[in-house]
């Protein structure tokens, strides 16, 4: 079957295509609707998904993309349900926002809070496990802030848009600890060779061990898995 023609620079096509003028309103609700679905989308997948945006940024990128790009690429999307889109998200938006911004509650259930997830060389097991981070991610970040093991480190906060605060003892106050470079790391062993002090793969709990122990359980977090501490 031929293509069907396209009149170029048909305005009304154009601006409404074959849609009555009433359909804008159901534009306008549905793009509400999902406003609200990516909102809460996006809250649920946790802080790595929104890093250095906002949640409410990201959504509002997500959805102005969207509307955006379609009237671009197909003839039968007309113009004006992509502006009534664009009005709808800025003010969803803006009243999501100002609503976040005068009520302490909601903007932390939506936006998350601040978790410190290091603190005096030891990763805080309890709050870490509670957040949408792995400890590989953990100390990516923490190698990209110039730390090559955790006593180095004095607190680390997990933000609320996922960026991660790094707080550093001085030269002469850092403390023995797990290096988090991946050639160390690699040398993890469940059994205690030799004296020395050594720290738990997976808090960070440096402990001294005075001879050879088979299948030591960390003091702090109770797990299996040691490598020698370095300074």
């Not at 960070?204 to 960390?218: D, K, W």
Request: glycine share 6%; aromatic share 8%; net charge negative.
């Amino acid at each position: 079957m031929p293509a069907p023609s396209v009149d170029p620079f048909d305005w009304e096509r154009i601006l409404i295509d074959q849609f009555p003028w009433l359909y804008l309103g159901e534009v306008a609700l549905r793009t509400l609707c999902m406003f609200i679905i990516l909102l809460t989308a996006l809250t649920v997948s946790g802080k790595r998904e929104v890093r250095q945006l906002s949640i409410y940024e990201l959504v509002l990128v997500i959805g102005l993309g969207s509307a955006a790009g379609d009237p671009m690429f197909y003839d039968d999307v007309p113009i004006s349900s992509a502006v009534v889109v664009f009005i709808v998200m800025m003010v969803c938006y803006k009243l999501a926002t100002r609503i976040s911004d005068h009520n302490e509650s909601i903007r932390k259930k939506i936006e998350g809070k601040a978790v410190y997830v290091v603190e005096q060389g030891r990763i805080l097991i309890r709050n870490f496990s509670n957040e949408d981070l792995s400890q590989e991610e953990l100390f990516s970040d923490l190698r990209v802030a110039g730390i090559e093991q955790l006593g180095q480190v004095r607190i680390a906060i997990l933000e609320a848009n996922g960026q991660l605060s790094v707080f550093q003892f001085g030269a002469d106050d850092a403390k023995p600890g797990l290096s988090i470079l991946p050639r160390e790391l690699s040398k993890k062993a469940i059994n205690i060779d030799e004296a020395g002090n050594y720290a738990c793969c997976t808090c960070g709990s440096v402990q001294p061990f005075t001879h050879p122990v088979p299948e030591p359980v960390c003091d702090n977090c109770l797990q299996k898995g040691w490598i020698k501490a370095v300074s």
